[in-house]
């Protein structure tokens, strides 16, 4: 099912507009639905350009605190060193919101409890930071793709790269960044994250 969210703060100003597909269980099994109309074919939300989001924006004191030095150039690509193991899945689902059953319940992932989709983002996010230290902000997304499962106790790993990197005249750099995230697996790392999106630099 294809979700459009829009949302405006108290004086109507536009604060997240995207496109979501969620997967929900139909009443009965084997049932044809007769739809399979392809996602890509709606229409995109508007995107603001970023100087409209960052307004007057002083990253100078980012900077100061951070000691950022020369920013990244386009086609620079980080392997994130060590990997983090992801725990207390059920937990976050459940302090977040999240009533999906196969996100609390074994039995819906093969034995093993899937993960809310959030919190593998979150995990992927630390590890961009790790590489990007002197990151402020993520200023919207084009694409978020998770394309595999991820389950409590994998380890995840993420390959950072910079598909463009834009110096403001007021300061900063605008990031348009790709992260592909995988999880251990015995035989070979398995594809679980593919998400891109916009972050300012000090």
Same mark, same amino acid.
């Given at each position: 099912?294809?979700?459009?969210?829009?949302?405006?703060?108290?004086?109507?100003?536009?604060?997240?507009?995207?496109?979501?597909?969620?997967?929900?269980?139909?009443?009965?099994?084997?049932? *044809? !639905? &007769?739809?399979?109309?392809?996602?890509?074919?709606?229409? #995109?939300? @508007? %995107?603001?350009?970023? /100087?409209? $989001?960052?307004?007057?924006?002083?990253?100078?004191?980012?900077?100061? *605190? !951070? &000691?950022?030095?020369?920013?990244?150039?386009?086609?620079? #690509?980080? @392997? %994130?060193?060590?990997? /983090?193991? $992801?725990?207390?899945?059920?937990?976050?689902?459940?302090?977040?919101?999240?009533?999906?059953?196969?996100?609390?319940?074994?039995?819906?992932?093969?034995?093993?409890r899937l993960v809310y989709g959030g919190h593998t983002i979150g995990?992927?996010?630390?590890?961009?930071?790790?590489?990007?230290?002197?990151?402020?902000?993520?200023l919207g997304w084009h694409s978020c793709d998770h394309?595999?499962?991820?389950?409590?106790?994998?380890?995840?790993?993420?390959?950072?790269?910079?598909?463009?990197?834009?110096?403001?005249?007021?300061?900063?750099?605008?990031?348009?960044?790709?992260?592909?995230?995988?999880?251990?697996?015995?035989?070979?790392?398995?594809?679980?994250?593919?998400?891109?999106?916009?972050?300012?630099?000090?």
């Amino acid at each position: 099912m294809a979700l459009r969210i829009t949302t405006r703060d108290q004086q109507a100003r536009l604060v997240l507009d995207f496109l979501r597909c969620a997967m929900i269980p139909l009443r009965q099994q084997g049932v *044809r !639905t &007769g739809r399979a109309d392809l996602l890509d074919t709606l229409e #995109a939300p @508007s %995107v603001p350009a970023p /100087d409209a $989001v960052l307004g007057d924006w002083d990253l100078s004191a980012f900077r100061s *605190r !951070t &000691g950022a030095g020369e920013p990244p150039a386009e086609g620079t #690509a980080w @392997s %994130v060193g060590g990997g /983090d193991v $992801v725990s207390s899945a059920p937990e976050l689902a459940r302090l977040t919101l999240n009533v999906a059953k196969a996100h609390h319940d074994a039995a819906h992932g093969g034995g093993r409890r899937l993960v809310y989709g959030g919190h593998t983002i979150g995990v992927a996010f630390a590890q961009v930071c790790r590489v990007l230290p002197d990151l402020v902000t993520v200023l919207g997304w084009h694409s978020c793709d998770h394309v595999g499962p991820v389950y409590e106790g994998d380890t995840l790993r993420s390959t950072v790269s910079v598909e463009r990197a834009t110096a403001r005249p007021s300061g900063g750099t605008l990031f348009e960044l790709r992260s592909l995230v995988s999880a251990d697996a015995p035989e070979q790392p398995r594809p679980v994250l593919d998400w891109r999106f916009t972050a300012i630099c000090a």
